[in-house]
Structures are given as structure tokens and as C-alpha cells.
């Protein structure tokens, strides 16, 4: 669910710190990304719903604890399975979250500055697949021009009453 509600990189969330959670702020700040750069990243209410939860329950440094030599869980293959499995999914990846954040942001309005800002994008070509989801602000765009051009231009053309 994490990985859902942020939109963060799998590696990201699974070796997330609870001193890198502000829970005044509700931010998640990741030091090392995959592109290098920093991200802060907002955690909505059902993300701090869960993260406050955990916290209460935990002794570990790590979000997700694990008995490997990292100490936090490093690729939960068995469990994502077994998760598919009791869903009905048969193909799912866990990066397939990360895209599900963009693409319900794109398909409510957002643009592709804010989602690439959102998913730690470096480049708008990274974030522009999630464009392309959501037609329906360049229709309205759209219908709205051409409604007052042609409603300008019939109302041009209107012969005079006598």
C-alpha cells in the first residue's frame, strides 16, 4: 500500500527509515534515489495512516524490517506472490503501483510537471507516457475553443432582422 500511495521506486520503500518520515510534515524524504537526486515526497492520509500504525509497533530503524543482512526487507517475492495469488492477479509488478499513482493523477487533471515532480522524475520524457491517459482536459480544451470560435462566427454571419 505504501508503494501505491506514494508513487515511491520499490528499492526506495523498501529501505525506508523512520527518521526520514516527518510526521509533523506528513513528508518522506529519501536521501539516495535512482537518478541521484533527492525527493521529498507528501504522504497522504492513508499513507500516514499506515505509517503511524507500524510505528507504534515497531523497535527497528527500518519501515520494513527484515532478517537479511540490510535489515530491512530486500525484494519480497514470496509475499508478493502470495498476494497476487489471494487477489486473482496474475501479472502484477510491484513498479506497477508506482505507475498507478501517475496514471490516476493524470487521469484526474494533473500535469506532467506535477507527476514527474510527485515520482522523482529528472525529465518531462519520463513523465510523458502519463499524458497521454488523460484526453479529457485537451477535449474540453478543445470543444470550449471551437464552441466560441464558431458561436463568434455564426453570430458574425447572422442576417440582420428588418
Same mark, same amino acid.
Given at each position: 500500500?505504501?508503494?501505491?500511495? $506514494?508513487? %515511491?521506486?520499490?528499492? &526506495?520503500?523498501? %529501505? ?5 518520515? /516527518?510526521? $509533523?510534515? *506528513?513528508? =518522506?524524504?529519501i536521501e539516495e534515489t535512482k537518478n ?12 500516514? *495512516?499506515? @505509517? $503511524?500504525? #507500524?510505528? =507504534?509497533? !515497531? *523497535? ?5 524490517? +527484515?532478517? +537479511?543482512?540490510? +535489515? ?7 509475499? =508478493? ?9 496474475? /501479472?502484477? #509488478?510491484?513498479?506497477?503501483?508506482r505507475r498507478t499513482l501517475g496514471s ?6 494533473? &500535469? ?5 515532480? !510527485? @515520482? ?5 520524457? !519520463?513523465?510523458?507516457?502519463?499524458? #497521454?491517459? /488523460?484526453?479529457?482536459?485537451? #477535449?474540453? !480544451?478543445? &470543444?470550449? %475553443? $471551437?464552441?466560441?470560435? @464558431?458561436?463568434?462566427?455564426?453570430? *458574425? ?6
Amino acid at each position: 500500500m505504501i508503494s501505491l500511495l $506514494t508513487g %515511491a521506486r520499490k528499492s &526506495n520503500t523498501l %529501505a525506508m527509515r523512520w527518521e526520514d518520515i /516527518n510526521f $509533523t510534515a *506528513e513528508t =518522506w524524504r529519501i536521501e539516495e534515489t535512482k537518478n541521484s537526486d533527492p525527493q521529498t515526497i507528501h504522504l497522504p492520509k492513508q499513507a500516514m *495512516e499506515i @505509517l $503511524t500504525e #507500524r510505528k =507504534w509497533k !515497531s *523497535e527497528s530503524p527500518w519501515v520494513f524490517e +527484515g532478517r +537479511g543482512a540490510k +535489515g530491512h526487507l530486500a525484494d519480497p517475492k514470496k509475499a =508478493w506472490g502470495r498476494i497476487l495469488k489471494d487477489a486473482g492477479i496474475d /501479472n502484477l #509488478r510491484i513498479h506497477d503501483l508506482r505507475r498507478t499513482l501517475g496514471s490516476y493523477q493524470a487521469a484526474t487533471g494533473a &500535469n506532467g510537471y506535477i507527476i514527474g515532480k !510527485s @515520482l522523482g522524475h529528472r525529465s518531462q520524457q !519520463s513523465t510523458a507516457i502519463y499524458a #497521454r491517459l /488523460n484526453l479529457d482536459p485537451v #477535449r474540453d !480544451s478543445v &470543444n470550449k %475553443a $471551437t464552441d466560441v470560435m @464558431l458561436g463568434y462566427m455564426q453570430t *458574425e454571419q447572422k442576417p440582420e432582422t428588418e
